[in-house]
T-cell receptor
Framework: GESVGLHLPTLSVQEGDNSIINCAYS??????FIWYKQESGKGPQFIID?????DKRQGQRVTVLLNKTVKHLSLQIAATQPGDSAVYFC??????????????FGTGTRLQVTL | ETGVTQSPTHLIKTRGQQVTLRCSSQ?????VSWYQQALGQGPQFIFQ???????GRGNFPPRFSGLQFPNYSSELNVNALELDDSALYLC????????????FGPGTRLTVL
């Protein structure tokens, strides 16, 4: 079946270090991926996205890498800050023009930033 | 903040009752998607509304239904509530279906006793 999963349920990093959150997907037809951050009591917040015709995309302090060969996605956060503490989800968007844009989320990885 | 609002923020119901949750989409967005997020899990797609029509549905029974209004706001209705319906219900709006970022609201926390 199709799924979007994460390798590690909890990741603890020291403030200032780089964080890497990994995600595996099983559907080779997936062509759009999004990373969301969810803080306690809030809805998911868009971080960065990438389409399958790319293998890397950079934002402010964040980089997403896509390896279609092994169906793997990662989110790198540079110089992790206490405000980065949250649950991170990767989501697969199996979108086509004229059809529903259904996001399939994984379980999530909790990032804990220690001082 | 995304501009997507949801009401109420919290709700307590008893098994068998019916509930209506509301969502106002971000200005200019014509598509609203609803998700159910159980504690400790990722959100699960319930359905999507595009121009007032249901435009795709996840693996949820018919007692989960919805509406979208001309101003693109939306309602999620759940009949015959079950204990397992206790969850955070999220709505997300976007410009159109397809490759467009979905902006999430803060959610409605539903507790079924």
């Amino acid at each position: 079946g199709e799924s979007v999963g994460l390798h590690l349920p909890t990741l603890s990093v020291q403030e200032g270090d780089n964080s890497i959150i990994n995600c595996a997907y099983s559907n080779s037809a997936s062509d759009y991926f999004i990373w969301y951050k969810q803080e306690s009591g809030k809805g998911p917040q868009f971080i960065i996205d990438i389409r399958s015709n790319m293998d890397k995309r950079q934002g402010q302090r964040v980089t997403v890498l896509l390896n279609k060969t092994v169906k793997h996605l990662s989110l790198q956060i540079a110089a992790t800050q206490p405000g980065d503490s949250a649950v991170y989800f990767c989501a697969e968007n199996k979108a086509r023009t004229g059809t529903a844009s259904k996001l399939t989320f994984g379980t999530g990885t909790r990032l804990q930033v220690t001082l | 903040e995304t501009g997507v609002t949801q009401s109420p923020t919290h709700l307590i119901k008893t098994r068998g009752q019916q509930v209506t949750l509301r969502c106002s989409s971000q200005s200019g967005h014509n598509t609203v998607s609803w998700y159910q997020q159980a504690l400790g899990q990722g959100p699960q797609f319930i359905f999507q509304y595009y121009r007032e029509e249901e435009n795709g549905r996840g693996n949820f029974p018919p007692r989960f239904s919805g509406l979208q209004f001309p101003n693109y706001s939306s309602e999620l209705n759940v009949n015959a509530l079950e204990l397992d319906d206790s969850a955070l219900y999220l709505c997300a709006s976007s410009f159109t279906s397809g490759y467009n970022e979905q902006f999430f609201g803060p959610g409605t926390r539903l507790t079924v006793l």
